[in-house]
């Protein structure tokens, strides 16, 4: 049975892309170089063959192949760190579309993970520093991996904590893409998702909700004046989730649909406070 077929039996509906994903990388090389490469040496089958039986068991292709492009930039992952989706770009998209471009920001990004959506952020607003914070060990290891990697290092700052960073401060602009499944949907996920990334970045409770109640009142604490919060959402949560904000004294002012027209993307400010 060729590698395509293996994963197709396993389930996973784009085998035969995948197939050619790890075939590249057990070669050493781009997807788009392995045709020019030739045949694959011994070594280099045994490889591939040994990456097949690990997406086959449904571990997440970024994790075998150690990366996931987001926002455009190739970022490291691994065991530990929520793999970038898609449809955060929209928390990334909605922040500097918002942001002055020759404004300073300070930036905080709650649950960092792998830092993508900070990283992201410093990469195109050359004048902006921030602080990503994670109780994930494992995660901040990637975020600081990705910080160096992609140039940023020097303007931001990694913290081992929950919700906020040490010491006080305010920020202009804060990145948060909290948990937000609930216990029933996360059972019924992927087995990618279920039983290879971290729980605690994915699950928010019976109704999903519980750490936008924990999150609300720091970003209350700690919005600029004038400052603005972008949030990931869950399907659906939006109406739920402006009550919870308004009972830290914080208005929706937007909620920008990712690219399949989910509302995803809940922009949050002080009450009766403009914008950055």
């Keep these: 049975m060729d590698g395509a077929a293996q994963l197709r039996a396993a389930g996973i509906e784009s085998a035969r892309l995948e197939a050619r994903v790890l075939l590249a990388t057990a070669a050493q090389v781009s997807p788009d170089q392995f045709f020019a490469a030739g045949e694959l040496q ?4 045994e490889r591939f063959f040994a990456l097949i039986a690990r997406r086959a068991a449904r571990e997440p292709l970024a994790y075998i192949t150690g990366t996931k492009e987001f926002w455009s930039l190739t970022f490291a992952v691994g065991p530990g760190a929520l793999i970038p989706r898609p449809e955060s770009e929209t928390l990334v998209e909605s922040a500097l579309r918002t942001c002055d471009k020759d404004r300073p920001l300070r930036v905080l990004d709650i649950g960092t993970g792998s830092g993508c959506l900070l ?3 410093l990469v195109e607003r050359a004048g902006a520093t921030g602080i990503g914070v994670d109780l994930s060990e494992a995660a ?3 975020a600081d991996k990705n910080a160096v990697t992609l140039g940023v290092a020097q303007r931001c700052r990694l913290e081992s904590a929950d919700w906020e960073p040490a010491g006080a401060g305010s920020f202009d602009v804060i990145l948060a893409n909290p948990p937000y499944l609930t216990t029933a949907e996360f059972a019924q996920s992927e087995p990618e998702i279920r039983e290879w990334e971290p729980r605690s970045a994915l699950v928010a409770g019976e109704d999903g909700l519980d750490a936008i109640r924990s999150l609300a009142p720091v970003l209350g604490r700690r919005l600029a004046l004038g400052g603005q919060a972008f949030v990931e959402l869950g399907q659906g ?5 402006a009550e919870i904000l308004a009972r830290s004294g914080l208005e929706v002012l937007a909620i920008i649909p990712d690219l399949s ?3 995803r993307c809940l ?4 009450a009766g406070r403009g914008g950055v």
């Design 42 to 45: 011994p070594a280099e089958q």
């Design 237 to 241: 949560q939006g109406p739920a989730a």
């Design 140 to 142: 901040l290891g990637w």
């Design 261 to 263: 027209g989910v509302p």
């Design 119 to 121: 990283i992201a952020v």
């Design 267 to 270: 922009i949050a400010g002080r």
